[in-house]
């Protein structure tokens, strides 16, 4: 499985834009990009995923370099609730497994 | 939509003793997960079904742990006997199939398992 790199730790202010950046340099041509997240306990939930182009939903956004070796989950207004560990994970098109590392730790200040 | 519950939330047991954890999957989802998550790590997939077929288990400490997913729904995930190293949250997820790479996962709050 490819692995991607994350810092361990960021910090936002709540109603600011945060974004979380995820380093994939051996990402493969059919590899997705997938984004979880995990609040306090409790287990993870999916966020966002993308293969090329940028991608947004209810949640985020996903921004993926043209050369795709990086990638940034936007969280447009952060919010208390969205304090979490963020996983960046990369998935082969027929490979089943999610392979998390340790992630971002995300604190959001009031 | 009901999500993928588990049992028990909690668990205390002494070393060598066994014990079991139960997940019921989102309805009409035919891939059930379990995971191990070691505090301060991200999960780690023991084990994957298909339907009530195992598809991946190259991670699960066979000499031990046990799975099974009878009539392809319900599953369970027994330890027997536990070391003091199996303290971890154990996580089921299920997801539909079609291509893995799309496929979301979906996870259960866990279950906390402490060996003393």
């Known amino acids: 499985d490819a692995k991607t790199t994350q810092p361990n730790s960021m910090e936002s202010n709540e109603e600011e834009p945060v974004h979380l950046p995820c380093n994939h340099s051996?990402?493969?041509?059919?590899?997705?990009i997938h984004w979880y997240r995990q609040l306090p306990s409790q287990g993870p939930e999916y966020v966002i995923h993308?293969?090329?182009s940028n991608v947004n939903n209810r949640m985020a956004s996903l921004a993926i370099a043209e050369d795709r070796k990086s990638s940034t989950l936007i969280l447009h207004r952060a919010t208390l609730r969205d304090a979490a560990v963020y996983y960046c994970i990369l998935r082969m098109e027929y490979g089943n497994k999610l392979v998390f590392g340790a992630g971002t730790i995300l604190r959001v200040k009031s | 939509e009901a999500g993928v519950a588990q049992s028990p939330r909690y668990k205390i047991i002494e070393k060598r003793q066994s014990v079991a954890f139960w997940c019921n999957p989102i309805?009409?989802?035919?891939?059930l997960y379990w995971y191990q998550q070691i505090l301060g790590q991200g999960p780690k997939l023991l084990i994957q079904f298909q339907n009530n077929g195992v598809v991946d288990d190259s991670q699960l400490p066979k000499d031990r742990f046990s799975a099974e997913r009878l009539k392809g729904v319900d599953s369970t995930l027994k330890i027997q006997p536990a070391k003091l190293e199996d303290s971890a949250v154990y996580l089921c997820?299920?997801?539909?199939?079609?291509?893995?790479?799309?496929?979301?996962?979906?996870f259960g709050a866990g279950t906390r398992l402490s060996v003393l």
């Open positions: 993308g293969l090329t």
């Open positions: 997820a299920s997801s539909t199939t079609g291509i893995p790479a799309k496929n979301i996962q979906y």
């Open positions: 051996t990402i493969s041509g059919t590899d997705y």
């Open positions: 309805s009409g989802h035919a891939t």
